[in-house]
């Protein structure tokens, strides 16, 4: 579950179009999740299908693999940009996680955090605007 906090700022591109670009924060929090994947190894090629467990704290050796451990609370920044034209509404997010995953750091030095790109379309019911 993800909770942004964006600030938008519209502009109008013409008589029936609306422009709109924004920022803010996101808190996440997971609930459950599964690692997929491929890898490549001197042996060979592997799919990766493994549960995701959530903790604070891994104790096992640097590069253990199983069980996947990482965090479930998540925050960082968002950014948006997007238009509206007659009541269809086409929006690009960004999202660039700020707080490191693993556990300890391990195995990837602290630095695997959570990015996301979503492009997103609305119809919007009612599209009336009242000025403020």
Known sequence: MEVPVTLVYQVSLGKKATGFVGGGLYAAQAFN????????TFSGESLIWNNVEF?????????QL???IIKSFDYGLTVL????????QLLLTYSYGLNPLLPNGKPYNGN?????LTIS????????????
Do not use: C, M, W
Request: charged share 20%; proline share 4%.
């Open 121 to 132: 379309a609305a119809y919007l019911i009612n599209t009336k605007r009242r000025q403020f």
């Open 33 to 40: 999740g599964v690692e997929k994947g491929e890898s490549r």
């Open 66 to 68: 199983l069980p996947t």
């Open 81 to 88: 940009a997007g238009v509206e034209l007659k009541g269809v």
């Open 112 to 116: 695997y955090t959570n990015s996301g």
């Open 55 to 63: 903790g604070s704290h891994n104790d096992g050796p640097v590069f």
